[in-house]
C-alpha cells in the first residue's frame, strides 16, 4: 500500500503521506480503498490454494492441525539446535474431546459491573457543576481494567478537552488494580492508590495526576526501591499530566512519553524509548536499552555506581552533567515525590543532596539540543534586529536554516541542488572538471538535511549501492558538520570516492526513498565534496601496512578493480606487483573517461598515494603479448585477472571498412594522451571541422559528443536504436530500481545550447555506410518502431518510407563491449561462460584454475565503475583467504567479519 518501511511513524514525517496528519504530506498519498480491496481479496485467492492443497475447506478445519506444519531443516549454528516437537503437539492429544472451535461459547464481559460506573456516580456532582470537588474512596482488584478511562470521556464530554481544575475529583484507592490504569486520565482528575498495578499505567495520560506507593502496614524491612509496584509500559503515550511511583517500574516504562512529568524508584529494560517529551526521574537502576530512539524530553537518572552508561542506549543521547537550573527541576520533584508516596529514598537523597546530587546523570537527546540551539540562534537573532532598529540600522537577520538545517523536514524544505555543473556557456570553451565544486559545497548541509535516515535505506540496497556505502549515516554527519567522522565513514566501505563521486550514474539515488515521490538526496554530490575536502585538508595519507605477510600476489590490469584490489591486499600485508599494458594505471579512468569529467591528476594522485603504500606498478607490459602470463601464475603466490571488458562491440553493415569510422576508446584514448603530452606514432583522432556522428546513447557515447565538442566539431548526433525514454518511470519500472527516464546529461546540454537542439536520434537504425575514395561521407539510416508480440517480448520493425542519409566524415562507435579480450584467457586455459567472461562459481571469485582469480568487468561483463571496485573488494577478500586461511578484510558495507577457508 506504499509503506517503505521508514520507521519515522512518530515523528509526523512519512514521506508517502500514511503515518502523518501533516496536509502536505498526506497529498503525497496515492492509495485508495480499492487498493486495500484488492490487497484483502489476493490474499484471501492465495489462502484458498493453500487450503485447496491442504483439504480443507474453512479456516476453522485449520485451527490446532499442527499436522500440517513441518520444520525445516537448517545447518545454522544456532537454529539447528532449536525443539519444536512440544510445539507443535496437538491440543486434542493433551485434551481429548475439548472445545478448540473458536467463538463457539459467548462470552460475557459484565461491563454493568465496572468500577468506573460507581466512580462516575460518585463524581456526578462536579460532571454537573454543582461543586467544585469531590472526595471519592475505594478498593480496586486486578480484574478493573482501564479505571478513569471512561471517567476522563465524560470530563472530556462536559467540559472539553481542557478538562477540569487541578484535584477536582480526588480519588483514593486501595488494592492491585488492573491493566490500564488511569488510561488516558484528563486534567482534574487525582488518583491514589495504596497497592500496585499491572501493565499499561497511565497509558496515554492527559493531564491526570497518579501517586502508587505500597500498603502503609507494609513490614518495616520492606524496600520499595528494591520491587515492581507498575507492571510494564507504563505511561505509554503519555501527552500532559504527573506520575508518581514508589518502587520499580517494570519494562518499557515511558515509552513515546511525549509531554508527562513521571518519578519512579527504577525501571526495566527499553526504559524512554522513543520519548519525545517531559521528564522522567529515575531514583535507581534501569534495564537495558534505555533511551533508545529517544529524540525529545528529558530523563535524570540516579547513578550512584555508575552502570548507567553501560545501559543506555547511547545513539541519539548523550550523558551530561546537571546544570543549576536542572538540579532545581530534580529538587522539586524528589520534594513532591516524597511528600506524595512517603518514598524514604527520596528523603535520603535530599538529606544528602551535596554528595548524593551529583550521582545524578542527564540524559539529554541530541536533536532537542539541536532544537534549543536553534531557539537560542532566532532569540539572538530578534534582539538583534530590536537593536538594530532602536538605532536605525538596517537589521541583519541569519537565516536560521543556514545555521542549523531542519533535519527532521528537510526533505519538506529544501529542494535538491540541481546546479551541479558549472553554466554550460562556460563549461564546452575548456577542459576543466565540468563540476560546480564551490557551489554545491555552499549548500551541502541543506542537502544532507534532506537524507531521512530511513528505517530501511534502499539507498544501500541491492537496487542502489553496490559497495553497500552508509550513505545515511555520513549525510548526517554532513548536516552535523561533522567532516572528519564522515570521511572515515566513508572510506570504510569505498577505496575511492573520488573516482565514484564524479563518473557513478548514482543508482544509490535511484534508490534513494525520497525518489518516490520528490527528487533524491544529492548523495554523489555530497560523497565527492566529502573526498575532496579530505585531499584538500591534507587528511589523505599514505597507509603502509603494519607487517607483511611474505606472500606475493600478481595483478593483471590496472583499472578500478586492479586498483581496489591492491588497495585491499595491500592493506592485508601481502607484496603487491600491478601489471599494466598502458603507460599509466587506471584503465577507463585515466584513458577512457574524459578529463573535463575526471580530472587526470586525480587519478594520478591517488596512484602515486597507492606507490608510496608499496604496491609496485609495473607500465608498458602487456600480459599475454609481452610477458606470458604462464610465467607470472609460476613465479607469484596467486593470480588475479581483472583485464576489463575491451573487446568492443562493432557494426557489421555495408561500408564498415571506410576510413573514419572509430570505436569510441580509440578515439577517447589517443585524445586523452595527446592532452598528458605522450608521444604518439599516429596523429590522434580528432573531429575538428568535422560532421561526427555518435552510434549509442551511453556514457561513453555522451564523452565522444563532449569531447568532439570541445575539439571543434562541425555538428555532432548521435544515434540511439531504442525510443526515448519517458519523462516519469513507466509501470514497469518501479522505484527502487533504477529509473529508465529521459535524462540530460553535459554533452547533451553543451550541443543543445550551441546548435539549438538536443543531439540524440531515438529509434533511429544505421543501415549502411556510405563513402567517397574510401573515406565515410554518410550514414543510411531508417526508422524502428519497437511493439511487443503476443508473447510479451518486444520486437523491432522498421518503418517504411522512414529512410533518412545523415552527411558526416568521422563516426564513433559507441555501443559498449563485449567481453575480455582473449590472449590470456586462452593461454592459462580459463574456462568462460556463456557471454565469454572468464567464469567463476556463483559469488565467488576464483577461476577453473588453481590460484587464478579474476574480478570486475573481466568477470561479470562491462558495468559500473562502483561495481568494479565492489568485486576488487570482494576478490581481494576471497585472495586474503586463499593466501591465509583466513581474512579480516570488510565485507560489503564495512563490515569486518572473520572468513575462512570453509566460509
Not at 496515492?30 to 475447506?57: C, D, Q, T, Y
Not at 526495566?268 to 519525545?276: K, L, N, V
Not at 566529502?530 to 585538508?537: G, M, V
Not at 575514395?773 to 524502428?784: E, F, P
Request: proline letters at 4%; one cysteine or more; aromatic letters at 8%.
Amino acid at each position: 500500500m506504499g509503506c517503505t518501511m521508514m520507521r519515522k511513524c512518530h515523528l509526523n514525517t512519512c514521506p508517502v503521506g500514511i503515518a502523518t496528519q501533516d496536509p502536505i504530506l498526506r497529498k503525497k498519498f496515492e492509495g485508495k480503498p480499492e487498493h486495500v480491496i484488492n490487497f484483502l481479496f489476493m490474499l484471501a485467492e492465495e489462502v484458498r490454494v493453500w487450503m485447496s492443497k491442504l483439504g480443507v475447506r474453512t479456516l476453522q478445519e485449520l485451527v490446532g492441525r499442527t499436522d500440517f506444519l513441518k520444520v525445516k531443516k537448517t545447518e545454522h549454528p544456532k537454529a539447528k539446535f532449536l525443539e519444536f516437537d512440544n510445539l507443535l503437539k496437538n491440543a486434542l492429544s493433551l485434551r481429548p474431546g475439548v472445545n478448540i472451535i473458536g467463538g463457539s461459547v459467548s462470552q460475557d464481559f459484565d461491563l454493568e459491573k465496572r468500577l468506573d460506573n460507581q466512580l462516575i456516580l460518585q463524581a456526578a456532582s462536579v460532571l454537573n457543576k454543582k461543586a467544585k470537588t469531590v472526595e471519592i474512596e475505594m478498593d480496586i482488584v486486578n480484574s478493573a481494567r482501564a479505571f478513569a478511562t471512561t471517567l476522563s470521556y465524560h470530563i472530556v464530554k462536559a467540559v472539553g478537552d481542557e478538562g477540569l481544575p487541578d484535584k477536582s475529583i480526588n480519588i483514593r484507592l486501595k488494592g492491585s488494580a488492573g491493566q490500564s490504569f488511569c488510561a488516558f486520565m484528563i486534567k482534574g482528575v487525582h488518583v491514589t492508590l495504596e497497592g500496585d498495578a499491572n501493565d499499561y499505567v497511565g497509558k496515554g495520560l492527559s493531564g491526570g495526576e497518579i501517586a502508587i506507593f505500597p500498603p502503609k502496614n507494609v513490614s518495616s524491612e520492606f524496600k520499595s526501591e528494591e520491587n515492581v509496584i507498575v507492571g510494564n509500559v507504563s505511561l505509554y503515550g503519555a501527552t500532559t499530566g504527573r506520575a508518581f511511583f514508589r518502587g520499580i517500574a517494570a519494562e518499557r516504562f515511558c515509552v513515546r512519553n511525549s509531554g508527562a512529568t513521571a518519578v519512579v524508584e527504577g525501571c526495566g529494560d527499553h526504559g524512554c524509548e522513543y520519548m519525545t517529551g517531559g521528564i522522567a526521574l529515575i531514583l535507581g537502576a534501569t534495564g537495558r536499552n534505555f533511551a533508545a530512539g529517544m529524540s525529545g524530553g528529558i530523563a535524570y537518572v540516579y547513578d550512584p555506581i555508575q552502570t548507567f552508561p553501560m545501559k543506555c542506549n547511547q545513539e541519539t543521547v548523550d550523558l551530561v552533567s546537571l546544570d543549576d537550573e536542572d538540579k532545581k527541576v530534580v529538587n522539586g520533584l524528589l520534594k513532591d515525590f516524597q511528600q506524595l508516596t512517603g518514598s524514604t529514598e527520596a528523603s535520603r537523597i535530599m538529606a544528602n543532596w551535596s554528595t548524593e546530587g551529583s550521582h545524578f546523570v542527564k540524559v539529554f537527546p541530541q536533536e532537542y539540543q539541536k532544537v534549543l540551539k536553534t531557539k537560542k540562534v532566532v532569540t539572538a537573532s530578534n534582539e538583534q534586529i530590536v537593536k538594530s532598529i532602536t538605532n536605525n540600522l538596517e537589521p541583519k537577520v541569519m537565516d536560521i536554516e543556514d545555521a542549523v538545517p531542519d533535519k527532521v523536514r528537510g526533505f519538506m524544505k529544501y529542494q535538491r541542488e540541481k546546479g551541479a555543473y558549472r553554466p554550460a556557456v562556460q563549461r564546452m570553451e575548456d577542459w576543466d572538471e565540468i563540476f560546480n565544486f564551490n557551489h554545491v559545497r555552499k549548500g551541502l548541509r541543506q542537502q544532507a538535511a534532506r537524507c531521512m535516515d530511513c528505517g530501511v535505506p534502499f539507498c544501500q540496497s541491492s537496487h542502489g549501492c553496490p559497495l553497500g556505502n552508509i550513505i545515511p549515516k555520513w549525510n548526517d554527519l554532513i548536516h552535523q558538520d561533522n567532516w572528519s567522522e564522515a570521511l572515515a565513514q566513508l572510506l570504510q566501505t569505498n577505496n575511492f570516492p573520488e573516482f565514484t563521486g564524479r563518473v557513478c550514474p548514482a543508482p544509490c539515488e535511484g534508490a534513494c526513498v525520497l525518489g518516490i515521490n520528490e527528487s533524491p538526496v544529492t548523495i554523489k554530490n555530497i560523497e565527492c565534496a566529502i573526498i575532496d575536502n579530505a585531499f584538500e585538508k591534507g587528511l589523505i595519507l599514505p597507509e603502509l601496512p603494519e607487517f607483511r605477510t611474505g606472500k606475493r600476489v600478481a595483478i593483471v590490469g590496472g583499472g578500478p578493480a586492479g586498483l581496489a584490489i591492491a588497495h585491499q591486499l595491500n592493506k592485508a600485508g601481502h607484496s603487491i606487483t600491478l601489471f599494466e599494458r598502458n603507460d599509466r594505471a587506471g584503465g577507463l579512468l585515466q584513458y577512457g573517461i574524459p578529463t573535463m569529467k575526471l580530472s587526470k591528476t586525480v587519478v594520478q594522485r591517488r596512484i602515486k598515494l597507492l606507490e608510496d603504500e608499496g604496491i609496485q606498478f609495473q607500465y608498458n607490459v602487456h600480459v599475454g603479448k609481452d610477458l606470458s602470463a604462464k610465467k607470472l601464475y609460476e613465479e607469484y603466490d596467486a593470480l588475479v585477472l581483472s583485464l576489463g571488458a575491451t573487446w568492443p562491440r562493432d557494426l557489421p553493415i555495408p561500408g564498415r571498412q571506410l576510413d573514419g569510422i572509430h570505436f569510441a576508446m580509440n578515439f577517447l584514448e589517443t585524445w586523452q594522451k595527446k592532452q598528458m603530452g605522450n608521444s604518439l606514432d599516429h596523429l590522434p583522432l580528432s573531429a575538428k571541422d568535422k560532421d561526427v556522428i555518435v552510434i549509442g546513447g551511453g556514457d561513453t557515447g555522451c564523452d565522444c559528443i563532449g569531447t568532439s565538442l570541445r575539439q571543434g566539431a562541425k555538428s555532432i548526433v548521435t544515434f540511439e536504436i531504442l525510443p526515448d525514454p519517458p519523462a516519469m518511470r513507466d509501470f514497469d519500472n518501479p522505484w527502487p530500481q533504477w529509473p529508465k527516464t529521459f535524462k540530460v546529461d553535459y554533452g547533451h546540454e553543451e550541443v543543445k545550447l550551441k546548435v539549438g537542439q538536443d543531439p540524440r536520434r531515438f529509434n533511429t537504425l544505421s543501415k549502411e555506410f556510405l563513402g567517397n575514395n574510401g573515406h565515410v561521407t554518410g550514414i543510411r539510416t531508417v526508422q524502428v518502431r519497437w511493439e511487443k508480440d503476443t508473447n510479451g517480448r518486444w520486437r523491432m520493425d522498421e518503418v517504411i518510407g522512414s529512410e533518412q542519409v545523415y552527411k558526416c566524415d568521422m563516426v564513433l562507435l559507441a555501443m559498449g563491449f563485449l567481453g575480455p579480450e582473449k590472449s590470456i584467457i586462452t593461454e592459462l586455459e580459463l574456462l568462460q561462460d556463456e557471454r565469454s567472461n572468464i567464469k567463476t562459481s556463483l559469488g565467488k571469485y576464483s577461476t577453473s584454475v588453481p590460484r587464478v582469480f579474476a574480478a570486475g568487468d573481466c568477470r561479470r561483463g562491462q558495468s559500473l565503475v562502483v561495481w568494479a571496485i565492489t568485486e576488487g573488494r570482494q576478490a581481494a577478500r576471497e585472495v586474503d583467504v586463499f593466501l591465509m586461511g583466513n581474512s579480516t578484510l570488510p565485507t560489503l558495507g564495512g563490515v569486518i567479519q572473520t572468513l575462512n577457508q570453509k566460509g
